[in-house]
C-alpha cells in the first residue's frame, strides 16, 4: 500500500493533481472502490457496453481515461 501511495504520488505530482489517500481502515474493499469508480464514470456519461467490457488483472492506474474531472 505505501509503495503504490508513492506511485500514485508521483503521477499525481506530474498531472497537478493532489493524492488523497485514504485511512488504512478503508482500503480493504476493492469491490467499493471499483464502484465508487464506475458511478462517476456513468455519471459524466461514459459508458461501456458489456459485449466491450473485459477484465484486465494488471491494468496500470495510469493507464486510466479520467473523464469525470476536470
Not at 38 to 53: C, D, F, H, N, P
Amino acid at each position: 500500500n505505501q509503495r503504490l501511495q508513492e506511485m500514485l504520488r508521483t503521477m499525481c505530482k506530474a498531472r497537478g493533481a493532489e493524492l488523497c489517500p485514504t485511512d488504512e481502515r478503508y482500503c480493504i474493499d476493492n469491490g467499493a472502490m471499483i464502484a465508487q469508480a464506475g458511478w462517476e464514470m456513468l455519471r459524466a456519461g461514459q459508458v461501456t457496453e458489456l459485449s466491450q467490457s473485459g477484465i484486465t488483472q494488471r491494468y496500470r492506474t495510469d493507464e486510466v481515461e479520467v473523464t469525470w474531472r476536470d
